[in-house]
């Protein structure tokens, strides 16, 4: 297989929709792949490209939490890698440019309600779950889960 580059970068709301619609809402309307928060001035979605392909997403905006207590939570939405391109580390190279992001934006706790599927790499980035399994209409069962940002 050819290496193919990378690129990490911020993009808008638009341009990573179809890669939501693909990978978590799939036979769902195309409208749920757009979020109440998506242009809000503190919200910044991150994108991997691969030959100017967005492969790799995620949405990061700021949201107290009821389960934690923290000054300024950060809510994680909407990561998505496609099928094509998984376990190529764009995921984890996506959080961790969201670690820096965040800690300039002075966030003390990021968190996000993952699939079960999704659990292990949540993990493997420092997150942690936090009470009960528990399912949302239409997608399915989910943890919450947190990672402190120091």
């Known amino acids: 297989m050819e290496y193919q580059v990378a690129h990490i970068k911020l993009v808008d709301a638009e341009a990573i929709r179809p890669l939501r619609y693909k990978m978590l809402r799939q036979g769902k309307n195309y409208s749920t792949t757009s979020y109440k928060r998506d242009n809000e001035k503190n919200t910044f979605h991150l994108g991997v490209t691969v030959e100017d392909k967005i492969v790799s997403c995620a949405t990061f905006y700021r949201q107290e939490t009821n389960k934690n207590r923290y000054k300024n939570a950060y809510r994680l939405r909407g990561m998505a890698t496609d099928s094509s391109y998984l376990r190529k580390g764009y995921g984890r190279q996506i959080m961790h440019e969201a670690f820096q992001i965040l800690k300039s934006k002075e966030c003390d706790l990021l968190w996000c309600n993952a699939r079960l599927k999704a659990v292990p790499f949540y993990q493997s980035v420092g997150f942690q779950e936090v009470g009960e399994l528990?399912?949302?209409s239409d997608i399915g069962p989910?943890?919450?889960?947190?990672?402190?940002?120091?």
């Open 134 to 136: 528990f399912d949302i």
């Open 142 to 150: 989910h943890y919450y889960m947190h990672k402190r940002i120091k």
